[in-house]
């Protein structure tokens, strides 16, 4: 294990290099172009084998092992976000209205120079290891389930995956068994109304007051329909109804979203919501239009992979705190993976404890310390060879 640690470190620079690579070119969800080629190029030059356009725009890189074993997969991805870059970095966003606000260049940096130095072990490592990288994990449908159906998770026991978490000081491993991240989904009301002059509003529906009722009234949903020992969010992040100033609306659009992680839940405020929005409009007599778009499903993690990674992280270099975190409401389409094999998903901390301030992600002015990924290689990599070590250490004893 030692001489992995060793050989990550003297790669360091590079995994920086091709960090900021990457940060200068960000591409965005569906539209990932010249980020995969580069991808599939560094693999082709090590000499692994490769497919291109998995799922669509994914790429999947197998280095086999000379000993044989199981098989482990490691995932990172790959896309940027519609966002206009405010720091003032030498690295910053060549791309206008679009960089890396979520460490997406980071997890893939990571991932291809651990596959490098793996495989300048690969003569003694005991079984196969699978980069996936995934393109469009922050736009649903996203890219993950495009790629389990296109095949890359055959002959997958176990996989991997970490994600730079900048609100958690560098050098902190946050893990946590079942679920850890919540199911993200969409829903969309369109109110119609009458619309008419401000000054005559008996002759109309104001449907910015039905919609403003909507608002209140939706939020007895998590509040008075949902078990207080379950948790739920639900979120109006868009309410719109453009008219001039002496004009009644004649309609109203409310867009928002709900995070969950029990599917009752999910399936209970998705149906509460269309009985509120029911009963406003009927109320108004107003008619209605209601969708409600599942997005992933909550990223449940298998316990006894989690605590294996939890327990190696503790002897991991650059790691100084291991503790099981919270879970969080942003969702990630890593769920997807953990539906077809065991595995587990955990936090690398990236924030650097000297910065004033610590923006979040998909914040115009986020970044992190690039330290975290010497930390989140070490930890993947050390997850890779003790699993592979400890299933060849089993079959030897079956045998």
């Known amino acids: 294990m030692n001489n992995l640690y060793t050989l990550l470190e003297q790669h360091y620079e590079e995994m920086v290099e091709i960090r900021r690579h990457l940060h200068e070119n960000p591409e965005l969800s569906f539209q990932e172009v010249e980020t995969p080629k580069f991808i599939a190029e560094?693999?082709?030059?090590?000499?692994?084998?490769v497919r291109t356009e998995v799922g669509g725009r994914g790429v999947v890189a197998t280095l086999k092992g000379g000993k044989p074993g199981k098989t482990v997969a490691l995932r990172a991805d790959f896309d940027a976000l519609p966002i206009h870059e405010e720091n003032d970095v030498p690295y910053r966003s060549k791309v206008d209205g679009v960089m890396h606000a979520c460490g997406h260049d980071g997890h893939t940096a990571t991932l291809l120079v651990l596959a490098k130095?793996?495989?300048?072990?690969?003569?003694?490592?005991?079984?196969?290891?699978?980069?996936?990288h995934q393109h469009a994990e922050e736009y649903a449908p996203g890219g993950a389930i495009a790629m389990v159906e296109d095949g890359c998770l055959e002959g997958v026991d176990v996989i991997f995956g970490t994600h730079l978490w900048a609100t958690a000081p560098v050098g902190h491993i946050g893990y946590r068994s079942g679920p850890v991240m919540a199911a993200a989904d969409r829903f969309e009301i369109k109110v119609q109304g009458k619309g008419g002059h401000g000054a005559q509003p008996h002759y109309t529906k104001d449907a910015v007051v039905i919609g403003a009722q909507l608002?209140?009234?939706?939020?007895?949903?998590?509040?008075?329909?949902?078990?207080?020992?379950?948790?739920?969010?639900?979120?109006?992040?868009?309410f719109e109804a453009k008219n001039a100033?002496?004009?009644?609306?004649?309609?109203a659009t409310l867009v928002g979203t709900v995070r969950t992680f029990n599917e009752d839940v999910r399936d209970l405020v998705e149906k509460e919501i269309g009985r509120i929005v029911e009963g406003t409009c009927l109320a108004a007599d107003a008619t209605y239009e209601y969708g409600f778009h599942r997005g992933y499903p909550a990223v449940v993690n298998h316990e006894a992979e989690t605590e294996f990674v939890a327990e190696l992280a503790v002897d991991v270099p650059g790691v100084d705190t291991v503790y099981q975190c919270e879970p969080v409401m942003g969702g990630e389409d890593f769920a997807y993976y953990l539906q077809h094999v065991k595995g587990t998903f955990f936090f690398t901390g990236a924030a650097n404890?000297?910065?004033?301030?610590?923006?979040?992600?998909?914040?115009?002015?986020?970044?992190?310390?690039?330290?975290?990924?010497?930390?989140?290689?070490?930890?993947?990599?050390?997850?890779?060879?003790?699993?592979?070590?400890?299933?060849?250490?089993?079959?030897?004893?079956?045998?």
């Open 42 to 49: 560094y693999h082709q030059k090590l000499g692994l084998e």
């Open 117 to 132: 130095v793996l495989h300048s072990m690969k003569d003694e490592l005991e079984g196969n290891v699978v980069f996936i």
């Open 215 to 238: 608002v209140t009234n939706l939020q007895q949903v998590v509040s008075r329909r949902v078990d207080p020992l379950e948790s739920a969010v639900l979120s109006i992040g868009s």
């Open 245 to 251: 100033f002496n004009v009644i609306a004649d309609s």
């Open 353 to 399: 404890p000297d910065w004033e301030v610590t923006y979040p992600h998909h914040h115009p002015k986020f970044n992190i310390d690039e330290r975290s990924l010497l930390v989140a290689a070490n930890t993947l990599g050390a997850a890779t060879l003790k699993f592979l070590g400890k299933e060849a250490k089993v079959a030897e004893k079956t045998v």
